[in-house]
């Protein structure tokens, strides 16, 4: 894993003109930007992505389909472009993504990672085989489909059952409910 150069952004998400290596941004708490992409299905159903069981923070715990930092001079939709296809190999076009907002989250974490990011949150349909796409080992342990109805069942548990990482229960209703519209 790289140690990546990031734009420091304020508290507000407004550029600062400065960078840091993303270790030093996650020791110090710099605000800074993240891009998260959320496949969906026509017939209903979300991918998600099981965070390698070799990540510092919520090892093994599913989450967002794509997600990652946004480097030092990339956009947020260059950002994301690139993670798909490190992260499960599919190419993907500006085009197919749709930007659902913004969504702040800081977090700290026992381990002494300070996480003050913005995600940028994009949603795009899947139109391949859930069986094309190969997770990147060190990213993600694996991939599934839910149904609508199965990721609202596990967000209702969500603070018992060790699926989904407890706190962003709110991110991930406003997800489903944002899918749900284009559904």
């Given at each position: 894993?790289?140690?990546?150069?990031?734009?420091?952004?304020?508290?507000?998400?407004?550029?600062?003109?400065?960078?840091?290596?993303?270790?030093?941004?996650?020791?110090?708490?710099?605000?800074?930007?993240?891009?998260?992409?959320?496949?969906?299905?026509?017939?209903?159903?979300?991918?998600?992505?099981?965070?390698?069981?070799?990540?510092?923070?919520?090892?093994?715990?599913?989450?967002?389909?794509?997600?990652?930092?946004?480097?030092?001079?990339?956009?947020?939709?260059?950002?994301?472009?690139?993670?798909?296809?490190?992260?499960?190999?599919?190419?993907?076009?500006?085009?197919?993504?749709?930007?659902i907002g913004v969504?702040?989250?800081?977090?700290?974490?026992?381990?002494?990672?300070?996480?003050?990011?913005?995600?940028?949150?994009?949603?795009?349909?899947?139109?391949?085989?859930?069986?094309?796409?190969?997770?990147?080992?060190?990213?993600?342990?694996?991939?599934?489909l839910v149904s609508?109805?199965?990721?609202?069942?596990?967000?209702?548990?969500?603070?018992?059952?060790?699926?989904?990482?407890?706190?962003?229960?709110?991110?991930?209703?406003?997800?489903?409910?944002?899918?749900?519209?284009?559904?």
């Amino acid at each position: 894993m790289t140690d990546e150069l990031i734009d420091i952004v304020t508290k507000d998400g407004q550029p600062t003109g400065k960078t840091a290596l993303k270790s030093v941004i996650h020791k110090k708490g710099y605000h800074h930007n993240t891009a998260h992409l959320w496949l969906y299905t026509t017939a209903g159903e979300i991918l998600l992505a099981q965070r390698s069981f070799t990540k510092v923070i919520c090892p093994g715990l599913w989450d967002v389909s794509v997600a990652g930092h946004v480097d030092a001079g990339e956009t947020t939709e260059q950002a994301i472009i690139r993670e798909t296809q490190e992260e499960i190999n599919l190419t993907l076009q500006q085009s197919d993504l749709h930007k659902i907002g913004v969504f702040p989250c800081f977090q700290t974490y026992d381990n002494g990672i300070i996480d003050n990011e913005f995600h940028h949150t994009f949603i795009a349909e899947l139109r391949v085989p859930l069986k094309q796409l190969k997770p990147q080992a060190d990213e993600v342990e694996s991939l599934k489909l839910v149904s609508t109805m199965a990721f609202k069942s596990l967000l209702k548990n969500s603070k018992n059952n060790n699926h989904f990482i407890a706190s962003n229960l709110d991110y991930y209703t406003t997800i489903l409910d944002q899918i749900k519209i284009v559904l």
